[in-house]
């Protein structure tokens, strides 16, 4: 055997030959890596746009001798035709109908994302997700008109015609529960299925059943996933457009009754947006700055969103 040598030429009888892979460039990783930075760029350059845009377009809302900042985030009504600028009315509706969407997508989609990732079989997973994502593929305009054409004369037909309105929140918000429902039940449905086998045969070992196991060792381990669906949710909740336009009502009603009519931010945009409107009228520039709203009310749930994750987040080696 060859003496080690350092900065010589042999090191245990064979040539030192120190790997370097600049030498030898990959082509298709260069490209891989480059396209990858397209679309980082592209993304954040379209989310700078947007941002800049709403703001531009809102200042000139806020500028106005009418609008007052404080009584924009305040007020309870929302009538721009004879200056009254309250954006709670739209605020609250979109609340109650998110709130009641989420009653509905929560506990269901995570009732199907526990029986896919623990009960069923591979050959019926397989089966059943693909087939419960179609509903998330569904245009929501048809999920509009189906709840202002079946839902809302159920309900009527249940709670009486004078206590639900046509155009009413609860319709609205139980048909945009079933359409977030495949989100909430599919990223769920991930963390669950990407917790270790290892959890579950220690808590089969001891003594535990399916269901148990289930609840009080994968759901916990899964946690920070299934916190960040729920987040992603209601981000969507909130930001619905057509299922609110059609079935909940174009009034900017102040009320807590999900069986009365209202509008929402969405709702509100896209009816002014659609009208006759001149452009850079006070109406016109008012959905600019509800528009900023839903951005920073969006922006502040994907942070708490990723603060959740990285609370909670386990780390498996």
């Known amino acids: 055997m060859a003496i080690r040598k350092e900065n010589g030429r042999i090191i245990n009888g064979y040539p030192n030959r120190r790997a370097d892979l600049r030498k030898h460039p990959r082509v298709r990783e260069t490209i891989i890596q480059a396209l990858l930075f397209l679309a980082g760029f592209v993304s954040i350059f379209t989310t700078i746009g947007i941002v800049y845009e709403l703001g531009k377009e809102a200042l000139l809302f806020f500028r106005t001798p009418e609008v007052n900042l404080w009584e924009f985030l305040t007020g309870t009504s929302w009538q721009p035709h004879i200056e009254e600028f309250g954006v709670l009315p739209l605020a609250l509706s979109t609340l109650i109908t998110s709130s009641i969407a989420m009653m509905i997508a929560i506990p269901l989609g995570l009732t199907a994302a526990i029986y896919l990732s623990e009960y069923a079989t591979e050959r019926v997973r397989k089966i059943l997700k693909p087939t419960l994502e179609v509903l998330a593929g569904i245009p929501t305009i048809v999920y509009g008109y189906f709840a202002l054409t079946f839902v809302t004369p159920l309900l009527r037909s249940i709670?009486?015609?004078?206590?639900?309105?046509?155009?009413?929140?609860?319709?609205?918000?139980?048909?945009?529960?079933?359409?977030?429902?495949?989100l909430v039940a599919s990223m769920s449905e991930d963390a669950l299925h990407a917790v270790p086998n290892a959890l579950r045969e220690a808590a089969f070992g001891l003594g535990a059943t399916r269901l148990e196991v289930a609840l009080k060792v994968v759901v916990p381990a899964a946690m920070s996933g299934i916190a960040a669906a729920?987040?992603?949710?209601?981000?969507?909740?909130?930001?619905?457009?057509?299922?609110?336009?059609?079935?909940?009502?174009?009034?900017?009603?102040?009320?807590?009754?999900?069986?009365?009519?209202?509008?929402?931010?969405?709702?509100?945009?896209?009816r002014i947006s659609g009208g006759d409107l001149s452009y850079d009228s006070i109406d016109y520039n008012s959905i600019f700055a509800i528009g900023l709203l839903l951005f920073f009310i969006t922006l502040t749930l994907n942070i708490i969103s990723q603060r959740i994750v990285r609370r909670f987040r386990e780390v498996y080696e």
């Open 159 to 182: 709670f009486g015609e004078d206590v639900v309105e046509i155009y009413n929140m609860a319709s609205g918000g139980l048909v945009m529960g079933i359409l977030i429902l495949p």
């Open 230 to 270: 729920i987040i992603v949710g209601i981000s969507r909740a909130i930001g619905e457009t057509m299922i609110v336009a059609v079935a909940v009502g174009a009034g900017p009603n102040f009320t807590f009754n999900p069986f009365r009519g209202a509008e929402t931010m969405t709702g509100y945009i896209v």
